[in-house]
Nanobody
Framework: VQLQASGGGLVQAGGSLRLVCFTS????????MGWYRQAPGKQRDLVAV???????NYADSVKGRFTISRDNAKNTVSLQMNSLKPEDAAVYYCNAAAIYSDILREDYWGEGTLVTVSS
């Protein structure tokens, strides 16, 4: 499985960016895809996930501003980010996960894409 993210860049506060993750290769048992982010000196945190059934989850800090979507035909997962804030600046990582239970999962990660938000 290969994941490749694109769409990061520099944007002013209040602006928008769209991240797209392209997936390739055999993806057995993947039932969740999403975006995580990591700011300098901080841990990697969940931003948004979308499950195979279409349900989604968002971090509280991005609810109402970010939208995750998935195109199964194109094998892509996207993150539309609106009303960006300086605190959204981070390296964003695409994730594909095979979740078997509460304690057993297999994760695949793409290389990150940098989002910078100027105030």
């Amino acid at each position: 499985v290969q994941l490749q993210a694109s769409g990061g860049g520099l944007v002013q506060a209040g602006g928008s960016l769209r991240l797209v993750c392209f997936t390739s290769g055999i993806i057995p048992d993947i039932n969740e895809m999403g975006w995580y982010r990591q700011a300098p000196g901080k841990q990697r945190d969940l931003v948004a996930v979308i499950r195979s059934g279409g349900s989604t989850n968002y971090a509280d800090s991005v609810k109402g501003r970010f939208t995750i979507s998935r195109d199964n035909a194109k094998n892509t997962v996207s993150l539309q980010m609106n009303s960006l804030k300086p605190e959204d600046a981070a390296v964003y990582y695409c994730n594909a996960a095979a979740i078997y239970s509460d304690i057993l999962r297999e994760d695949y990660w793409g290389e990150g894409t940098l989002v910078t938000v100027s105030s």
